[in-house]
């Protein structure tokens, strides 16, 4: 799992008028993980991919 993953714009990006886009955050799927492992998913994965997407943040 990769910090992208946690959320649904992967890239910053700009709108017509030239405005700053941010990426939105999954907030979902940050919800179904407190509550336990992710089907599919190792816990090891979706750790790193939490704390990659926190420490760039």
Do not use: C, W
Request: no cysteine; charged share 30%.
């Amino acid at each position: 799992m990769r910090a992208a993953d946690f959320f649904f714009e992967i890239e910053p990006s700009f709108d017509f008028e030239g405005e700053f886009i941010q990426p939105e955050l999954n907030e979902d799927l940050v919800k179904t993980l407190r509550a336990g492992p992710l089907d599919g998913v190792a816990d090891e994965s979706a750790a790193i991919g939490l704390l990659d997407m926190v420490y760039d943040q």
